[in-house]
């Protein structure tokens, strides 16, 4: 079971138990956070879109740290330009406590019933009164109708003779 979790920006795959750096975050160490999740992995099932707002992720901060220090050089030849700066990255480190799927579907017995309503709604009696009401009505398609041509040709048996 993992899940996609987003923030700063960033998408990263956790799993509970797992330890992740991410951009600072404003809370204090130990503090707890929900983060946002965008997809929900089980072995049984998949969940993303708005079915995965209902997955919580929640994380525990473990402390904040500096990334590793990035030095940047601008040098242009023959002008006597150098400049030389650096750049360290704030960090929070998170390990991920746990995700909570959504609870399952309850009330199987009303899941049935609503199926077996579902199904009868489709070719049920009201289909068949339709049926007696189109038969009487002189035909209910054009396709059908025009397979049925009868009264053309006798048309054209009557012109030819």
């Given at each position: 079971?993992?899940?996609i979790?987003?923030?700063?920006?960033?998408?990263?795959r956790?799993?509970?138990?797992s330890?992740?750096?991410v951009?600072?975050?404003?809370?204090?160490?130990?503090?707890?956070v929900?983060?946002?999740?965008?997809?929900?992995?089980?072995?049984?099932?998949?969940?993303d879109?708005?079915?995965?707002?209902?997955?919580?992720?929640e994380?525990?901060?473990?402390?904040?740290?500096?990334g590793p220090?990035?030095?940047i050089?601008?040098?242009?030849?023959?002008?006597g330009?150098?400049?030389?700066?650096?750049?360290?990255?704030?960090?929070?480190r998170?390990?991920?406590?746990?995700?909570?799927?959504?609870?399952?579907?309850?009330?199987?017995s009303?899941?049935?019933?609503?199926?077996?309503?579902?199904?009868?709604?489709?070719?049920?009696?009201?289909s068949?009164r339709?049926?007696?009401?189109?038969?009487?009505?002189g035909g209910?398609?054009?396709?059908?109708?025009?397979?049925?041509?009868?009264?053309?040709k006798?048309?054209?048996?009557?012109?030819?003779?």
């Amino acid at each position: 079971m993992y899940a996609i979790v987003k923030t700063g920006g960033k998408q990263y795959r956790v799993e509970q138990g797992s330890s992740l750096l991410v951009e600072r975050l404003s809370v204090d160490e130990g503090a707890r956070v929900s983060l946002e999740p965008l997809l929900y992995v089980d072995d049984s099932r998949m969940l993303d879109g708005e079915a995965v707002a209902k997955v919580k992720v929640e994380a525990k901060v473990l402390g904040h740290e500096r990334g590793p220090k990035l030095r940047i050089v601008k040098f242009k030849p023959k002008r006597g330009y150098k400049r030389r700066t650096g750049h360290r990255q704030e960090l929070t480190r998170l390990e991920v406590s746990s995700i909570k799927p959504p609870a399952p579907r309850g009330g199987g017995s009303r899941g049935a019933a609503a199926s077996s309503e579902g199904g009868s709604r489709g070719g049920g009696k009201s289909s068949g009164r339709r049926a007696a009401a189109s038969s009487r009505s002189g035909g209910s398609s054009g396709a059908a109708s025009s397979s049925r041509r009868a009264p053309d040709k006798t048309k054209e048996g009557e012109d030819g003779s």
